[in-house]
């Protein structure tokens, strides 16, 4: 399709002795323009490649005036009106793209170490530094763990995951409101965490730009709260698109409330049909065993083919056993 | 907030292929922006504005270019246009959906002098 005005045949073709060209009549306009060409001649074509180098070349000409120029061909594939002086650029790169080459790296970094990653999203209030706090303390026996919190302004969630024993980095993201990957790389050169752990970072409570801002993790985790709305999940699909598993947190409030469960869950497998989801409590524990389940079967596959000093077996019998008893759960 | 950090992305990406290809000047910026992308136009466009001030892209022209989403249904092995992630099939109502296309945000090409 011809970019300048739309026209699905762009190709101006101009044949002819004399270089006053030409008139590029499409079907609703016709224009001229002066070209300057000097015939002698010296003249310079620059263009641009699809995929992304350009090169120049300069050449002399030998008009026979018998050959046909071709102005077509050039990016905009059209002699464009009014343009002789300006020319195109075909960029074709994602807007994101700065991003996901940042996020690629942290993701080599991190799975080479064998490090199990999460970017945690929801929006604020759902108790995702609580349940944070709550996992770090119950699994501390079992995994090494460190955190990168998110958030706009102070370091209070830094402190409280501090307060558990755990290593924990704040990034301030001032205006921002989400983070991203470039932010998370210089925090995990900081945090500098150990081969086999687990690494959550907590995203700005937003449920709407993090679902576009890869960081390296392995899954993104949404948690929901039930004093939320059961309709979140299609209120804000980019979020749960992009979450591989959902945390329906704060189900002991359940008997207070008019949340709809059932509901709830069909939502968020409307708009990601491979999302699992959880039902669990911060405050009372309940489906807290779940999650760490979860957490510990996949920091076990990620440890996986990694090498390491000191080999020691991942998964014992027991584990393998719980880990069918998941996936029995997870079939049913 | 989110369309700001995207457009400074956008301009980022003007500044480097201006050094890149030694061009002073864009006249015009196409953007391929999906229906899922979750990118407010008219945000982006009042965003652009803003942050190309004073730049190689000062008072540059903003065209849209609109992207359908798509999405591959499991049920009915075909692929189909969506407009909203949480959309069942067209044809069979189903909901086994892979979105295949429309969260894209690119920059085509652009118009320099």
Not at chain 1, 249 to 262: A, G, Q
Not at chain 2, 19 to 41: C, N, P, R, Y
Not at chain 2, 57 to 81: G, K, R, T, Y
Not at chain 2, 94 to 106: A, F, I
Request: glycine content about 8%; proline content about 3%.
């Amino acid at each position: 399709m011809c970019t300048v005005c739309g026209c699905s045949e762009g190709e101006a073709r101009v044949n002819g002795q004399v270089h006053t060209h030409g008139e590029h009549s499409h079907d609703e306009h016709t224009h001229s323009h002066a070209h300057d060409h000097s015939h002698g001649h010296d003249h310079s074509h620059s263009h641009n490649h699809s995929n992304g180098h350009e090169h120049s070349h300069s050449h002399s000409h030998e008009h026979s005036h018998e050959g046909a120029h071709h102005y077509g061909q050039g990016p905009a594939r059209a002699h464009v009106p009014g343009m002789s002086q300006s020319r195109m650029v075909q960029i074709e790169q994602d807007i994101l793209g700065k991003n996901q080459r940042y996020a690629n790296q942290n993701r080599v970094k991190l799975q080479n170490k064998g490090i199990f990653s999460l970017n945690l999203v929801s929006s604020p209030g759902s108790g995702k530094t609580t349940l944070l706090t709550r996992t770090l303390h119950d699994l501390k026996e079992q995994h090494a763990m460190s955190v990168i919190e998110g958030d706009q302004e102070t370091s209070q969630d830094a402190q409280r995951i501090r307060e558990t024993g755990a290593p924990a980095i704040q990034i301030n993201t001032g205006k921002g409101c989400h983070l991203d990957a470039h932010m998370v790389g210089h925090a995990i050169e900081k945090l500098e965490p150990e081969t086999g752990s687990l690494l959550f970072i907590e995203n700005v409570g937003n449920l709407v730009c993090p679902a576009a801002f890869d960081l390296g993790e392995e899954h993104k985790v949404a948690i929901l709260s039930v004093t939320e709305g059961e309709d979140k999940p299609i209120k804000y699909p980019d979020m749960f698109h992009a979450a591989s598993i959902m945390l329906l947190n704060k189900v002991d409030l359940l008997p207070y409330l008019d949340f709809d469960v059932e509901q709830c869950i069909a939502y968020a497998k409307q708009v990601n049909p491979r999302i699992k989801v959880l039902k669990v409590s911060a405050k009372s524990g309940e489906g807290m065993q779940d999650w760490y389940q979860w957490l510990t079967l996949n920091q076990q596959s990620q440890m996986l083919g990694v090498e390491t000093a000191s080999q020691k077996p991942i998964a014992s019998t027991k584990n393998m056993a719980d880990a069918q008893h998941i996936t029995e759960q997870a079939d049913g | 907030m989110h369309e700001m950090s995207l457009c400074e992305g956008v301009l980022q990406v003007i500044e480097d292929a201006a050094k890149a290809q030694s061009f002073d000047k864009v006249k015009t910026v196409w953007l391929e922006v999906g229906s899922l992308s979750g990118v407010e136009i008219k945000a982006l466009e009042f965003c652009f504005e803003v942050v190309c001030r004073n730049s190689v892209a000062h008072d540059a022209a903003l065209e849209i270019i609109e992207s359908p989403a798509q999405a591959w249904c499991m049920q009915c092995a075909e692929s189909v246009v969506i407009n909203q992630r949480y959309d069942p099939c067209p044809m069979c109502e189903g909901h086994q959906l892979q979105v295949t296309g429309g969260d894209e945000m690119r920059i085509k090409e652009l118009e320099v002098v």
